[in-house]
Every structure is written in structure tokens, then in C-alpha cells.
């Protein structure tokens, strides 16, 4: 594998988190253990990898969105494979538009309007970050905090979806946010 091959290779690598969440937040609830969102990412990256020689971005919020439309692609894919026969097709075609949208949040949850080329690359680069640090929380809290800032539910939601207490999903919510803060903290 030649020197640029690799750097291409760790620069898709680090879209693994990020991708990752994406998928998560615009997988409907009843489809949780129904797709593997690990071979999709998996499949989107290899795409990516073996497609960028043709490409050329000039700012890593064209690089992202190239991977988002491929990460849409793929799982309108898998949901297609497990619906067979139950089409629907404004579905597939607002799955890009979703993980467009959650990618703005995420996004919007670390800063505020930039507009410059270098500020978006480094909220891009914040997103991932973020998207990392989201994948090393316990799996309890990262839902917790998706749930709640990603999707907007109320606390008594949550709660009832865990089957946890709104006290606990109080504290849950509280050290996954102070869990995120400091590992955004140690990586600066």
C-alpha cells in the first residue's frame, strides 16, 4: 500500500464515529437489531475509500457530505432488503435529508454559525471529535443524551423507553454530559 493510500485510508478512518452516529440517530427504533450499522459503516467506508481517487474535495465539509450521501445510500439499501416488498420510496429519499439534518445538529451542539472554510473544517473536525467521544460513553448514557438532545424527547420519555426512573435518567443524562466534556477537555 503506498504512503497515499494510507493517508486516504486514515483520513476516511476517521469519519468511523461520526458515520456511525449518524446511522444511529436515523434508525427507526423498530429496526435497532435488524440492520448491523457496523457493516454499513463498514461498506460505506469501503465505497469511500475505493471511490476517492476520482474525487477531489476542497473543504472537509464536501468530504462529509460525500460521506453521508454514501452512508444513506447504503442503509436505504438495508432497509430496503429487510422491507422487500413494502417500498416506500419517500422514505429512501428523505433518509439523505435526515442524515444531512442530524449532521447539523451535531454540529449546532458544538458551535455556532461559522463561515469561513478554516471554521468549517474545524467544526467538522469538532463533530467527529464529538462522535468519538459519544462512542466511548456507556451505552446507557450515549442513548440517554441522543435521545434527549439529538431527538428532542422529555425526560419522562427517555425514562419510559429505558424503563429507568426520571431520577436515573437525570443522573444518566448528567455524567454522560460531564463524561463528554472532559474527554472533548483531554483532546484539545
Given amino acids: 500500500m503506498s504512503d497515499e493510500s494510507r493517508g486516504q485510508q486514515r483520513d476516511i478512518e476517521g469519519y468511523r464515529e461520526y458515520l456511525r452516529l ?6 427507526d427504533p423498530g429496526l435497532q437489531g435488524k440492520i448491523d450499522l457496523s457493516g454499513v459503516v463498514q461498506q460505506t467506508m469501503l465505497e469511500a475509500f475505493q471511490a476517492q481517487p476520482q474525487c477531489e474535495f476542497q473543504h472537509a465539509d464536501q468530504f462529509a457530505a460525500w460521506l453521508r450521501r454514501i452512508l444513506a445510500n447504503n442503509l436505504a439499501d438495508e432497509i430496503r432488503k429487510l422491507r422487500t416488498g413494502k417500498r416506500n420510496v419517500s422514505r429512501e429519499r428523505s433518509l439523505e435529508a435526515a442524515l444531512e439534518q442530524s449532521s447539523n ?8 454559525d461559522q463561515s469561513s472554510p ?21 451505552d446507557a448514557q450515549r442513548e ?23 431520577a436515573a ?20
Fill in 118 to 138: 478554516s471554521q468549517h473544517a474545524r467544526r467538522e473536525e469538532q463533530t467527529i471529535r464529538l462522535s468519538e467521544a459519544l462512542a466511548k460513553l456507556p
Fill in 105 to 112: 445538529r451535531l454540529q449546532a451542539w458544538l458551535a455556532a
Fill in 144 to 166: 440517554a443524551l441522543m435521545l434527549r438532545h439529538f431527538h428532542d424527547w422529555p425526560l419522562a420519555q427517555i425514562a419510559e423507553h429505558l424503563g429507568r426512573t426520571n
Fill in 22 to 27: 449518524l446511522a444511529q440517530l436515523q434508525l
Fill in 169 to 188: 435518567v437525570a443522573g444518566l443524562l448528567k455524567r454522560g454530559l460531564q463524561q463528554l466534556r472532559n474527554q472533548l477537555q483531554d483532546k484539545e
